[in-house]
């Protein structure tokens, strides 16, 4: 059997970001568990705010293209989100509405969301560690057919946590992470036996 593959991505592109520190250290824990994974920064597809006449105009940017194969490709995601303003970030959602778009009449809707998996990590210098968005970020992929799972984990105080090299310091938060990799590494192999 094949290992699951998972793509890992933070909604966040800033540098030294913490949620993109989180979800590397989650990639890390998923493939101890025997997935593949791929972790990729938002920032890389230099997506343009999404535009229906851009998109008529010219057909998907480039970026939303490489964004939404690599979706398709993969089994299920790690994503990690702070939290703007009590929701997720605009950077998400503008790169999931692109992946969202049909590039062809007979493709399929939503081709690379449906049936997918997902878990959900938030890191922030606030005590609730991001906790608030990611409840919509979970109504948002559950409407676009996202399987996601019903663990997750957020990590407040996110400047405490993490040593200079990215590491984790805290072993019972490097515990949780460790638990929701290890979970969504594992109910994609159910799903594929």
Known sequence: MTPPKILAFAGSSRTGSYNQKLVTAAAEYARNAGASVTVVSLRDFAL?????D?????GLPAGAKQFKALLREHDGFLIA???YNSSFTPLLKNAIDWA???ESKDEPPLAAYRGKVA???SASPGALGGLRGLVHLRALLGNIGVIVLPDQVAIGAAHEVFDDAGLIKDERKSAQIANLARSLTNFLVKLQS
């Open 48 to 52: 343009p705010l999404f535009d229906q």
């Open 100 to 102: 969202s778009r049909a």
């Open 54 to 58: 851009l998109e008529s105009a010219q």
């Open 81 to 83: 989100s702070p939290e």
């Open 119 to 121: 878990a959900l990590l």
